[in-house]
């Protein structure tokens, strides 16, 4: 072995420990920024390392390349607001997995089109490409949702599933035919089609309710597209990032599929978040009481203990440095102030927690919902902004609602309620929230981010 690849196997080592090291460190929000430069260090280690090989003629189109990546990937980190993150991670994914894609069909032309690759490459090659293009277009639907530029409610017909699971079982034998008989274009170039469309059947049946756990699995995915691509072409170290990709995104999946009570099987072929029949009727003349800035400020300025609820509705009116501001003046009261996170809040994995630290709210103030449950019942107010169907009650009461069983915030158990909501819109389930109807329960309707500043503003003027 050549010095240069001693030198290149020895960066790719380092880089392999670093992305190790910074998935280690994104297990613990107090850790996760060095964690994330570990890992953007490892990165700078691997692009070092793959620029020695000897392989490369002509530095220019990697110029060319760094310089449109740096003019798309620095805005795209830099100017994009926080709420907005769930949809720049799906676009990330869709150029991640465009990437590993075009790496493989590019590949398999310039083996004569199959003739000259072996069983195992295409087996690689394959797989690279099948699940790299089901995760092009999936994450490019999934941003159309989350963008609301496609529907956020599922998009169904009548027999879908077979439909899908017929288009994805042609896919998969023609996958199995390129492995045994590798020279044939016409299967591998129409694999490649099908696989872009089981990405838009897969993601475009599933609601915005689901979005955490899609995420997760596109990125599962990306990393295997990753990792195929490096056994494809003999890279070490994208086959060691594409298998941490591929595990920790699988992993993430499982642990929300589990915050729900729900299957993988549930939130890919479930339509969950179509209007719901077997969900029990609230009874007619039930009506809920809303309620004053004034009123609401004055509970929360005496409160001693309250617990914040934060939900996609924060997000989407920007109102977590509000939600920090109201905090501080409850504080300065002489009260406690908690968050409650519940592990699918929001549109992306961890999106509340992202956030209320994007506006300096303390780790050690965020409590998983395991931690926080029985504390509600201490609370004299629990505040909570945008969410919906993580507060249902009828996740435990309601045999027939289609959030039957999920673990859900104790968010009934506190003193007194404050619900901060535009309307009485129902959530992603499609149900009403018996919460909402709760004696204990006020509504107050509006913008959360309007809302807050009146309640900020009219605790001020109680000090």
């Known amino acids: 072995m050549s010095t240069r690849e001693l030198l290149i196997q020895a960066t790719y080592l380092v880089a392999s420990v670093l992305f190790i090291l910074g998935l280690r460190s994104l297990t613990s929000p107090p850790t996760a920024r060095r964690g994330m430069q570990q890992a953007a260090l490892g990165m700078l280690l691997a692009i070092v390392g793959t620029l020695l090989h000897q392989q490369i003629v002509d530095f220019r189109f990697i110029l060319l390349g760094l310089v449109l990546g740096s003019l798309i990937g620095y805005p795209l980190g830099v100017f994009v607001p926080m709420t907005a993150m769930p949809q720049r991670i799906a676009i990330s994914h869709m150029f991640g997995a465009l990437a590993a894609t075009l790496v493989g069909i590019t590949e398999f032309y310039d083996a004569a089109n199959g003739l000259r690759v072996a069983h195992a490459r295409m087996a690689a090659l394959g797989f690279e490409v099948l699940f790299g293009a089901l995760t092009v277009t999936g994450s490019f639907i999934a941003f159309g949702k989350l963008q609301e530029l496609l529907p956020g409610r599922p998009v169904t017909f009548r027999g879908q599933n077979a439909v899908n699971g017929l288009l994805f079982a042609v896919t998969v034998a023609l996958f199995a035919w390129l492995v045994v008989h590798p020279a044939t274009p016409?299967?591998?170039?129409?694999?490649?089609?099908?696989?872009?469309?089981?990405?838009?059947?897969?993601?475009?049946?599933?609601?915005?309710?689901?979005?955490?756990?899609?995420?997760?699995?596109?990125?599962?995915?990306?990393?295997?597209?990753?990792?195929?691509?490096?056994?494809?072409?003999?890279?070490?170290?994208?086959?060691?990032?594409?298998?941490?990709?591929?595990?920790?995104?699988?992993?993430?999946?499982?642990?929300?599929?589990?915050?729900?009570?729900?299957?993988?099987?549930?939130?890919?072929?479930?339509?969950?978040?179509?209007?719901?029949?077997?969900?029990?009727?609230?009874?007619?003349?039930?009506?809920?009481?809303?309620?004053?800035?004034?009123?609401a400020a004055i509970q929360l300025a005496w409160a001693r203990k309250v617990i914040v609820v934060p939900g996609y509705g924060m997000a989407v009116a920007q109102a977590q440095h509000q939600v920090r501001e109201l905090a501080d003046?409850?504080?300065?009261?002489?009260?406690?102030?908690?968050?409650?996170?519940h592990p699918v809040a929001g549109r992306m994995p961890g999106h509340m927690n992202v956030l209320l630290a994007e506006a300096n709210v303390p780790y050690d103030r965020l409590k998983d919902m395991d931690e926080i449950n029985d504390q509600f019942r201490e609370a004299d107010v629990?505040?909570?902004?945008?969410?919906?169907?993580?507060?249902?009650?009828?996740?435990?009461n309601d045999r027939g609602s289609p959030i039957y069983g999920m673990p859900i915030l104790n968010v009934e158990d506190a003193k007194s309620v404050i619900v901060l909501k535009r309307s009485m819109n129902p959530g992603f389930a499609g149900i009403e929230n018996e919460l909402f109807f709760s004696p204990r329960t006020s509504m107050l309707f509006g913008d959360a981010k309007a809302s807050l500043t009146k309640l900020i503003a009219e605790i001020k003027q109680q000090a």
């Open 186 to 295: 016409g299967a591998f170039y129409l694999m490649a089609g099908l696989s872009l469309v089981v990405g838009v059947s897969l993601v475009l049946p599933i609601g915005g309710a689901d979005m955490p756990v899609v995420l997760s699995l596109l990125n599962s995915y990306a990393g295997l597209a990753s990792s195929a691509t490096g056994f494809a072409i003999g890279n070490n170290v994208l086959v060691i990032a594409g298998a941490l990709d591929g595990a920790s995104g699988f992993i993430l999946s499982v642990v929300m599929s589990k915050a729900m009570n729900r299957s993988f099987a549930n939130v890919l072929f479930g339509a969950f978040g179509a209007p719901a029949e077997g969900a029990k009727k609230l009874a007619e003349g039930q009506t809920v009481r809303s309620v004053t800035a004034e009123d």
């Open 329 to 341: 003046l409850v504080e300065k009261n002489g009260g406690e102030v908690l968050y409650a996170i």
């Open 382 to 396: 629990a505040l909570v902004i945008g969410a919906n169907d993580v507060v249902n009650p009828a996740a435990r």
